[in-house]
């Protein structure tokens, strides 16, 4: 993308699924390697979108329906946007972000029961042309990742309970996990399904062969002769 010379990646995939700690882990490494490595989320990563994602989770928007929330997301999605993601990657940075658009195909598209046209309609307004260069899923059984989350809720580093997305039953959890195998599918030149029930270790291993290929250049300075060498 023009004047985008770093690199965008962003992790999708259920509840408890680990996604923070595997962006953890592969910013660690990326930063071993050199990498400029910024590390964000949605919703929020931005003041205002922070500001939009409390109205989110904490359910208050629920009321008033999918098709609100959708919109809620997407404002936020673009506040993001054009305040974090896009200036890093004009920077060439390389962007790991926990959840993206995917994340509103799958909630708010097959669960929240939006047309995906809709759904399209509102990702194209909010990344305004700033897409993923890969996605990295990490898919599991939906119960596994419940109950990880649910221990993670009620653990001693948790303030709150479950969120408005977490109470869910868990059939409508089991249908967003084949949503985004099925998106998987769909765009297999971007997407990769890795399996979250392995070892965190081995997870991280794969997610690094991927991404790892994928690095812009290293700065140039590096690679430059010194001065005096001629
Ligand atoms: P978060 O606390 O960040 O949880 P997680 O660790 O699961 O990412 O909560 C984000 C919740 O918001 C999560 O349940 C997924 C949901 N969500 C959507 O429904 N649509 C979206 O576009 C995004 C980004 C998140």
Do not use: W
């Not at 989110?56 to 009321?63: K, N, V």
């Not at 309609?121 to 990742?145: E, F, K, S």
Request: glycine share 8%; aromatic share 4%; with cysteine.
């Amino acid at each position: 993308m023009t004047g985008l010379t770093g690199l965008f990646v962003t992790f999708e995939g259920g509840e408890g699924a680990g996604k923070s700690t595997q962006i953890r882990m592969l910013a660690v490494s990326l930063r071993g390697l050199g990498q400029h490595v910024v590390v964000t989320r949605e919703p929020g990563g931005s003041p205002g979108a922070e500001a939009v994602r409390h109205v989110i989770l904490s359910g208050a928007a629920e009321r008033y329906g999918t098709r609100m929330e959708a919109l809620l997301f997407a404002a936020a999605r673009n506040d993001h946007v054009e305040e974090v993601i896009r200036p890093a990657l004009q920077a060439g940075k390389v962007v790991l972000c926990d959840r993206f658009l995917d994340s509103s195909r799958v909630y708010q598209g097959t669960t929240g029961n939006l047309e995906p046209a809709f759904i399209e309609r509102l990702q194209n307004v909010a990344v305004n042309g700033v897409m993923p260069d890969c996605t990295l899923i990490l898919d599991l059984p939906a119960a596994i990742g419940l109950e990880r989350a649910r221990q993670r809720a009620v653990g001693p580093s948790s303030s709150n309970g479950p969120d408005r997305f977490e109470k869910e039953e868990l059939d409508t959890h089991e249908k967003r996990r084949e949503a985004f195998l099925e998106l998987a599918e769909r765009d297999p030149l971007r997407c990769r399904v890795i399996d979250a029930t392995q070892s965190r270790e081995k997870i991280a291993r794969q997610v690094l062969a991927v991404v790892a290929p994928l690095l812009p250049l290293q700065r140039r300075d590096r690679f430059a002769f010194p001065e005096d060498a001629t």
